[in-house]
Nanobody
Framework: VQLQASGGGLVQAGDSLTLSCVVSGRSVSRLVMGWFRRAPGNEREFVAS????????FYGDSVKGRFTISRDSAKNTVYLQMNWLKSEDTAVYYCAGGARSDSGAYPSSDRSYDFWGQGTLVTVSS
């Protein structure tokens, strides 16, 4: 299973940006999909996840109401729509997939995920 994240870039505070994660080797409908991020000097932080059904979503407190995770099964792709970006959203964003039966039990834990993309850098200037 391979995950290819893209869509990062340099934006200004208040702008929007959409990240994409193309999955190959397994259908996204058989994976719990998540987005995490790591800012310089910080621990990896949970951002959002979507369960196998494509409807049940979870968000980290810092992005609730601003970010939206979605899935396109036909394209085997997961998206992260980021609105009202802040400078503190600056980080490398990683998509991840969990294939185990218990991956959906703790979707905010990085230990629930088996596959990781390479990361895409989002820089928000204030």
């Amino acid at each position: 299973v391979q995950l290819q994240a893209s869509g990062g870039g340099l934006v200004q505070a208040g702008d929007s940006l959409t990240l994409s994660c193309v999955v190959s080797g397994r259908s996204v409908s058989r994976l719990v999909m998540g987005w995490f991020r790591r800012a310089p000097g910080n621990e990896r932080e949970f951002v959002a996840s979507v369960k196998w059904n494509g409807r049940t979503t979870f968000y980290g407190d810092s992005v609730k109401g601003r970010f939206t995770i979605s899935r396109d099964s036909a394209k085997n792709t997961v998206y992260l729509q980021m609105n009202w970006l802040k400078s503190e959203d600056t980080a490398v964003y990683y998509c991840a997939g969990g294939a185990r039966s218990d991956s959906g039990a703790y979707p905010s834990s990085d230990r629930s995920y088996d596959f990781w993309g390479q990361g895409t850098l989002v820089t928000v200037s204030s």
